[in-house]
């Protein structure tokens, strides 16, 4: 069994049994939100020195480092290709298809996977944030959803603005995660080939676990159910959504992250909520693990 990785930029994950962990805290203000490009192909040579040839799931700390899945899927183009291609499928209460003028953020690599020759398509589930209501329509990169690469599925949202354009098909929208998850797997149930995983807890319900961003209402259940049903399926994964706190030194970052209003979080609370993550980390790599190839 190949051993989980922790790319350790925020501190935040806790101890993982037997995982592989990655000391990156100095890139932490560099990185975290986002980065220019140049900076984020720096830390893809980073990786590339560091990480092992194998491992498992990949846990990357806060949300706010969840734009690092791109990295970690484009690692993949030595095994996959358009012949033999992968999909994508993302776990998220946002879409990260985001527009963004200063490189790369954690809201807009979605885009930049569905570009991958190798990814047939990227499927993001559990979204109920506004970002894909018609308000946010104009900031959403729309090209993926056209070419008929990206796929949102989400609940509690009103999209009918997307069927005025022709992207019904690429918005499936439910009244509860029951039956997201069902109609999902009917989807899944009618292919057989490769499946990378991308959990952001934020599309939990605050009753499972808090982190810093605006959550979704899927449970834990709802992700093993989709887990269990890719089966073997699965040639690599990865989580984030802790919870964690950082001051930038960047004004541009200040004013940035300022727009998502996350408010302080007394340091007794913050480790409570960290020990909850701890506890669905466990359960989601004990999934991941049991119905993630080895091999491929």
Not at 163 to 190: C, D, N, T, Y
Request: charged share 15%.
């Amino acid at each position: 069994m190949n051993k989980p990785v922790i790319l350790d930029f925020d501190h935040s994950t806790g101890i993982i049994t037997d995982a592989f962990r990655i000391e990156l805290g100095q890139w932490q203000e560099a990185i975290r939100f986002g980065c220019s490009q140049a900076k984020f192909k720096q830390l893809q040579a980073e990786l590339a020195r560091q990480l092992p040839e194998y491992y498992g799931t990949v846990l990357m700390g806060s949300g706010d480092y969840h734009h690092i899945s791109l990295l970690l899927i484009k690692r993949l183009q030595q095994y996959f290709n358009a012949a033999n291609p992968i999909q994508v499928v993302i776990f998220d209460n946002h879409p990260d298809n985001m527009r963004y003028l200063f490189g790369i953020h954690c809201g807009s690599w979605v885009s930049y996977v569905a570009q991958l020759p190798f990814v047939s398509h990227v499927h993001v589930l559990g979204i109920t944030s506004n970002d894909i209501g018609l308000a946010h329509c104009w900031e959403n990169r729309l090209a993926p959803l056209f070419q008929g690469k990206l796929t949102y599925w989400c609940m509690d949202v009103q999209v009918s603005w997307a069927k005025k354009i022709g992207l019904q098909q690429a918005f499936r929208a439910f009244a509860s995660p029951e039956e997201l998850v069902s109609a999902f797997i009917q989807v899944q149930q009618q292919t057989s080939g490769s499946v990378y995983v991308s959990i952001d807890k934020d599309v939990l319900g605050k009753d499972v676990v808090q982190t810093n961003w605006d959550q979704g209402r899927m449970q834990l259940e709802h992700l093993l159910t989709v887990i269990a049903a890719l089966d073997q399926r699965i040639i690599g994964s990865d989580i984030t959504g802790e919870v964690s706190q950082w001051q930038y030194t960047s004004l541009l970052k200040r004013l940035l992250s300022a727009m998502d209003k996350q408010e302080p979080i007394p340091a007794a609370t913050l480790a409570a909520w960290q020990q909850q993550h701890h506890a669905v980390n466990q359960q989601l790599l004990n999934a991941l693990a049991q119905h993630q190839q080895t091999t491929f």
